[in-house]
């Protein structure tokens, strides 16, 4: 018989902090489960944000813009990661979606992505977090080039 991966203690204990946090909306502890060097890999966008900063901004803009997100399903591997299956709404565009989440050795977010479909979800959900925090990822991002 197959032993089923396990995350560490650590990943463990950030990913239900997380799921704490979703579920309370209520995201103000982020920082405490996303490392410095973490990257978000989005689906409307080519090129990762990298740092702790922007990763912060747009999973905060991302509970702004869903509505009635909900996870249904987990799966993880050997390497401290994790598949979050999530199903949600932007305006009138029902979404299903997954999140890689990839935590370090310390448990804290290391990697965060995202892919959503169909493409009608992917473009209101791109056009949505446009207008929610767009202005903010690029000041991060700007501030982040010249440091």
């Known amino acids: 018989m197959n032993t089923l991966p396990a995350l560490s203690p650590a990943a463990a204990a950030a990913l239900k902090k997380w799921h704490d946090m979703i579920?309370?909306?209520?995201?103000?502890?982020?920082?405490?489960?996303v490392a410095d060097?973490?990257?978000?890999?989005?689906?409307?966008?080519?090129?990762?944000?990298?740092?702790?900063?922007?990763?912060?901004?747009?999973?905060r803009g991302a509970t702004k813009v869903f509505q009635d997100f909900v996870y249904h399903r987990e799966l993880y591997d050997s390497e401290n990661s994790v598949?979050?299956?999530?199903?949600?709404?932007?305006?009138?565009?029902?979404?299903?979606?997954?999140?890689?989440?990839?935590?370090?050795?310390?448990?804290?977010?290391?990697?965060?992505?995202?892919?959503?479909?169909?493409?009608?979800?992917?473009m209101a959900l791109g056009e949505a977090m446009k207008g929610s925090v767009g202005s903010a990822i690029k000041a991060a991002l700007d501030e982040r080039a010249t440091a």
């Open 23 to 33: 579920a309370k909306n209520d995201l103000s502890d982020l920082e405490s489960i």
């Open 37 to 59: 060097e973490a990257v978000f890999r989005s689906p409307v966008a080519n090129t990762p944000y990298p740092g702790k900063k922007v990763v912060c901004i747009v999973l």
């Open 83 to 122: 598949c979050l299956e999530f199903a949600a709404r932007v305006g009138d565009k029902e979404l299903k979606g997954i999140d890689l989440v990839k935590f370090g050795g310390d448990g804290k977010i290391v990697a965060f992505e995202v892919m959503v479909r169909p493409l009608t979800g992917v």
